[in-house]
Antibody
Framework: QVQLVQSGAEVRRPGSSVKVSCKASGGIFKSYAFSWVRQAPGQGLEWMAGIIPVFGPPTYAPKFQDRVTITADESTTTAYLELSGLRPEDTALYYC????????????WGQGTVVTVSS | DIQMTQSPSSLSASVGDRVTITCRASQSISTYLNWYQQKPGKAPQLLINAASILRSGVPSRFRGSASGTDFTLTISSLQPEDFATYFCQQSFSSPYTFGHGTKLELK
């Protein structure tokens, strides 16, 4: 059974970057779609980007296209989200979420990583 | 982007009540619609995918249905553990957008 374990909380200054990791264990990493979804305090869910390691190229939401990079390392079965040009409004809980062989649904979520952007 | 309009934003109900939450897509999404439950301090949990497919382990009191661009989540008899926030999400096309959520509270 696949489990997703994310890296710990981060605090960053405005304008800087952050990289969050999501380690998958117990399954066939490259066959699954991995997405990053964020949730600002007291707010809803926002899909940012996704990657299916076996297919390679990631998919980005237009809103984040120029600031987000997601990667997947098959050797360590870890997915990464890097967000640059951080703003206070990027303060949120960032989740990685696993799908099936595509983005039809998200059936397993990591525990979330809090990213705080403050001067 | 496909907009998902979810209603109501909040709902007060009692144990044993039947409740309905609705989600409307801004364009046709076939049945590419999922429902998630989120409890405070926890990650969302997938309840229903493809509009009406109940995920393994989810109680049968949860039911999803679709009619055109309108989707409904019905809980037939609320249990204490059902008080949470519910989100719909379309998986028809990227970006995979969510509704704003429905907070189900104990009356």
């Amino acid at each position: 059974q696949v489990q997703l374990v994310q890296s710990g909380a981060e605090v960053r200054r405005p304008g800087s970057s952050v990289k969050v990791s999501c380690k998958a264990s117990g399954g066939i990493f490259k066959s699954y779609a991995f997405s990053w979804v964020r949730q600002a305090p007291g707010q809803g869910l926002e899909w940012m980007a996704g990657i299916i390691p076996v297919f390679g190229p990631p998919t980005y939401a237009p809103k984040f296209q120029d600031r987000v990079t997601i990667t997947a390392d098959e050797s360590t079965t870890t997915a990464y989200l890097e967000l640059s040009g951080l703003r206070p409004e990027d303060t949120a809980l960032y989740y990685c979420a696993k799908g099936g062989p595509d983005y039809s649904f998200f059936d397993l979520w990591g525990q979330g990583t809090v990213v705080t952007v403050s001067s | 982007d496909i907009q998902m309009t979810q209603s109501p934003s909040s709902l007060s109900a009692s144990v044993g009540d039947r409740v309905t939450i609705t989600c409307r897509a801004s364009q046709s999404i076939s049945t590419y619609l999922n429902w998630y439950q989120q409890k405070p301090g926890k990650a969302p949990q997938l309840l229903i995918n493809a509009a009406s497919i109940l995920r393994s382990g989810v109680p049968s009191r949860f039911r999803g249905s679709a009619s055109g661009t309108d989707f409904t989540l019905t809980i037939s008899s609320l249990q204490p553990e059902d008080f949470a926030t519910y989100f719909c999400q379309q998986s028809f096309s990227s970006p995979y957008t969510f509704g704003h959520g429905t907070k189900l509270e104990l009356k």
